[in-house]
């Protein structure tokens, strides 16, 4: 028969899945012999029967009834006793932290009679009926859901009948009057009067805990934070003790170390005389921990000691609720405390110096999201600033710019090179292309999932979301805040981390880190304003280091021109892993691609080609020279024709027009060529249509072109001494066939090349995997292809079968927040599913190829979980943005590690 019910004594901290995350490191406290008031855990096990079932399982009923006398013989004093009553309180805790859930249920046990026993016990009446109207005013808000305010009027108008503004000036007869308010309070809302049986208070708490579980709040946060639905919660009962019982008593929070720097010393505040919730809760100015040192030198003592048990247990920084009973300390609470990402990284190496933890365990302790954050511009801090409002921080970085209230302005003052920061009520998939122009968005309703948010995030730019105090007035081009006006065309600064909104331009600076990335430890030393930046500075040296030599993916770059890539070599890129080249075909140069199509036989075409060679060895030449001695995959041309070409639309206005106004000429001539062109190639889903290799395979000369630039650029730097290491892929293959017939074309090429200039070009030729036929059929493949790279963003778009471009704008907040999707598939992989493709595409080739290299590109390449994923499957590298590279390098560490 399963066990539902433990003692604290019984547990330990790895049974976070039972026993709730509370429960568990209560459970260690006791092991480690610090003062817990005594109680037990009611298992998750518990939750999860009572869930299934609608009701708690009359064993757990049974269970309780034993541990519960086991508590009691423990301190010598009984539930519901007349003379020595012993009070309990009831917490939630489930293995991970929950807001949303019911919180804590103090001093159950209390009734009318055992109210007086608690008064004589402690020798204070007053005390006694604090105790009680407290129970009364948690429990019918927690258990019996009756709405707090309620509670609150009613305190507070007895305060200002007694002419005092805190309640701890309330005196006996007071308190007693409000015990009886609350009481009408709860019978008023209920029903029935509050109930003075403590066991019954007891398992009407117990399963409010159980119900809370399901709150639409807690569900809602759960899917936020990808929290299995299935977990359950725990519940701890426990023994009261009691911080308000004067002005020995007191109760408090504290940190083993600062959560923001780092640094070691006391962290913590001190409320004497108070209970709970009533240090967070804001009620009176809470002391400094090193004020209860003067206070109360003995128990401050035991503290300090206990903490460092607990750093030195726990190896991390903890932090820990505590409660002072005349004199006697008691721990009520500890856990691995939160921290900031600049601490994240300090603690851990600091942890390492003293010898607490290994650099493996350090590199478990930081995260890629945290160096992400430490990565993003900041505004200079001792920049003038004026705030004028403040919201949600919903996609981090710092942004300056004048205010656009729609796409047209926004997209036409960006195109006149002025930085903009979009501004609307909220956003909605036609702001599409505002966002894209603008350096930030600021929108003045929605949450961290609303549609500017979540778009936002995928695009990696900076946005400030639900700013309420902000009014717009989309007519008038206004913003109003107060007596403030910001009209379009002045310029804010928002601040994505912080939520921040500043009238005119604050100064951005790189952050300390990411100097440190761009140009290495010795200078972001110098750099460095103060000792803690340089300790930041060194202890992300030291990870990335470690990581770097704990790694087995390799990190490669997505880059298409010498500049990125020089940029992605000098943050730690082994290579390129996607140059796409379809840029090299747009602005200046995307004539020849139109003469290409408009060509009226293959001499014609021919000659284009030969024109355009030279522009693309140039092209390869830079980028081959830049990455010498590194791999750099180039992706042949893969868009859509249309995208060389104008617009089907505005083309025929113009030519009409043109018609109209009886023009001829040889522009007008050429243009009805083009129109004829473009409306022979207008497909309906592009994207599924006429690109990748089907192009190549359409117009030869295109792939031949390319490669051939490839082996020539080749040929010259080796020339020079150099050590190009190009590596050639074919996009959009769905066939063997396909591939075969591009390597059939490219060898002959590479052959050709190679004679005229006495030297084997043997350079490989691969293909992306990005069609869900590519990975089925991988096996079949692989013969034709040196290598595979995984195009995880086409994949996931064909496998979904949803579009990239208009998806993440139109449904995805929508799928989000009812649960469909936890998180956007194009961010982190869709390990089920499409990942399940990724893993057959390296099986197949494998299969084939024992030693096929395998590679990711796509935006998956920098995303922390997607890499964890990589690593896993067996891939040899992710190539990633520039910008990621080094956060690719840390948790590709932390995945071997
Ligand atoms: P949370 O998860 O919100 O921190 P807790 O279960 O830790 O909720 O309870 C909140 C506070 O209630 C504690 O910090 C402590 O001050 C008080 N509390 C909980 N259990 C006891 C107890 N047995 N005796 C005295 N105070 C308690
Ligand atoms: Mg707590
Ligand atoms: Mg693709």
Known sequence: MTQYVY????????????????GANLAEMVKLGLPVPPGFTISTDACRAYLSEGKVPPEVRVEVTRRLREVEDHIDRTLGDSEEPLLLSVRSGAKFSMPGMMETVLNVGLNDDTVHALADFAGDERFAWDSYRRLIQMFGKTVLDIDSELFSEALDARKSEAGVTSDVELDVEQLR?????YKAIVEDA???PFPQTPRKQLDMAIEAVFRSWNTERAMLY??????????????NVQAMVFGNLGETSGTGVCFTRDPSSGHSGVYGDYLP??????VVAG????????DLKERDRDAYRELRSAMRRLETHYRDLCDIEFTIERGKLWMLQTRVGKRTAAAAFRVATQLVDEQLITMDEALERVTGEQLTNLLFPQFDKDAVRQLLATGMGASPGAAVGAVAFDNASATAKAAEGVDVVLVRRETSPEDLPGMIAAQGVLTARGGKTSHAAVVARGMGMCAVVGAEDLQIDVAKKTITVGETVVSEGDVISIDGKTGQIYLGAVDVIDSPVMTYIADGLEA?????EDDDTRELVAAVDRLLQHADARRRLRVRTNADTGEDAQRARDRGAEGIGLCRTEHQFLGERREYIERVILAEDDEARASVMAELLPLQRADFVELLTVMDGLPATIRLIDPPLHEFLPDLTELTVKVELAKARGEEGPELERDKVLLEAVRATHEQNPMLGLRGVRLGLKYPGLFALQIRAIAEAVVELRGQGKDPQPEIMVPLIGSRRELHLVREQGLEILQEVGEAAGMTLDLPIGCMIELPRAALTAERIAHEADFFSFGTNDLTQTTWGFSRDDVETE????YMENGVLAVSPFETLDGIGVGELVRQGVAGGRKTKPSLKTGVCGEHGGDPESIHFFHEVGLDYVSCSPFRVPVARLEAGRAAA
């Open 283 to 290: 009620i009176r100015n809470t002391l400094a921990l090193s």
């Open 524 to 528: 972001a030393q110098a750099k460095a």
């Open 222 to 235: 759960r899917r936020r934070e990808r929290i299995p639905d299935d977990l359950g919660t725990a519940v």
């Open 190 to 192: 209920t029903g029935k």
């Open 7 to 22: 003692m604290f004594s019984d547990g330990d901290k790895d049974q976070k899945d039972l026993l709730g995350g509370k």
């Open 177 to 181: 009057t409000l015990v009886k308010e």
């Open 273 to 278: 005389n108070a209970q709970g919730e009533d």
């Open 811 to 814: 449904f995805f907040t929508t």
